[in-house]
């Protein structure tokens, strides 16, 4: 497949620089794909398409303050986007980081941030990333420093940080939200479980990878960027009964979705701990997702590629035109689609 074939035009009032009010007022596509059917609803009627035994799988990851900004020591402005945790002892903490700019930024130099800490440049990588360290050994640093991370095409967002969280997350290590988990209220999750939905928690936490634009001319040549995860067991055995009984999983997000499907082995899920890189794409057998409660995505990315993989290219491409239509809003506050 051609990764010029997931492109597609959108205008600009389009792409949600604020989040709906309450949270679960956002708009919903219901995708059916037993019956080949669409619908619009709103998230906050989610219980009507959810049926007693399934289990909803949502990613308690927390985003942390990974935007960092500082000044070289000529004046200029530099910005950092922490990545990955790298190395953490009593010595302080090595990340590995997204800088801009980068070009000018070398092994050695100190870069003063907030809080008056330092942050000093360790190694260099290609496409901008740099290895820096602090000489800090807790994460309290990066509150003071540090800034929500909010996606480049967000401008000048003056709300509660906050809503930039899920109401279920719970362990900090992500970069970007697991935006499908934003639409759910601590009321909606409590009426699920009420009419007999099981709640199952996993974490992955999300990278910059997950929503890199694909840049190779063949969606095949990609290769997605690793990312951390952690299944309870508790979680693991919610699954695997329900898989055991024929009852369906609907993971709450791509991330959830890949966590869930790269851990799967024979006829169940496995618990534990790792890092993943699945890239889902048209063709792939789904093992065990039934159902998936998504955002939707940016043009050219893995994340519309499982999305197709799951409901047909075709299909989502139809639904993204009429998504467009109808006027839909996109991307991590934009609208929800469920397809089941």
């Not at 942390?64 to 004046?75: N, S």
């Not at 362990?171 to 009426?191: D, E, S």
């Not at 057998?285 to 039934?290: L, N, Q, S």
């Not at 009429?322 to 089941?340: N, P, Q, T, V």
Request: glycine content about 10%; hydrophobic content about 40%.
């Amino acid at each position: 497949m051609k990764t010029e074939c997931l492109n597609y035009s959108l205008p600009d009032e389009l792409i949600a620089q604020t989040p709906v009010e309450p949270r679960d007022q956002s708009r919903m596509m219901v995708v059916n794909m037993t019956v080949n059917s669409l619908r619009h609803s709103r998230f906050c009627e989610i219980s009507e398409f959810l049926r007693q035994g399934d289990v909803l799988v949502l990613n308690d990851t927390k985003v942390i303050p990974a935007r960092v900004r500082g000044f070289r020591k000529t004046g200029g402005q530099v910005e950092f986007l922490l990545l990955e945790r790298v190395k953490s002892d009593r010595k302080g903490q090595i990340w590995k980081a997204l800088a801009r700019p980068a070009k000018k930024l070398k092994t050695g130099e100190e870069i003063r941030i907030g809080c008056g800490r330092i942050l000093t440049i360790t190694a260099e990588f290609p496409g901008g990333i740099r290895e820096v360290s602090v000489s800090e050994t807790g994460d309290e640093w990066m509150t003071g420093a540090g800034q929500m991370p909010l996606p480049p095409y967000i401008h000048n967002f003056q709300g509660d940080p906050a809503r930039y969280q899920t109401v279920f997350a719970s362990h900090p290590g992500a970069v970007a939200a697991p935006t499908a988990g934003l639409h759910f209220t601590p009321a909606l999750l409590r009426g699920l479980s009420g009419n007999g939905v099981e709640i199952a928690h996993i974490t992955l936490h999300v990278g910059l990878g997950t929503f890199k634009e694909i840049d190779t001319p063949d969606v095949e040549d990609y290769k997605l960027h690793e990312e951390r995860f952690v299944i309870s067991p508790e979680s693991a055995r919610t699954v695997n009964r329900a898989l055991h009984d024929g009852r369906r999983i609907i993971a709450c997000g791509t991330t959830s979705c890949r966590v869930l499907e790269a851990n799967f082995r024979g006829g169940g899920i496995e618990p534990g701990c790792g890092t993943t890189g699945l890239y889902i794409r048209p063709g792939y057998r789904f093992k065990v997702v039934g159902a998936l409660i998504t955002n939707f995505h940016l043009p050219r990315t893995t994340l519309l590629l499982l999305v197709s993989a799951l409901a047909g290219w075709d299909r989502i491409a139809e639904c993204y035109q009429e998504a467009i239509k109808l006027r839909y809003r996109f991307f991590s506050f934009g609208d929800a689609m469920l397809i089941c």
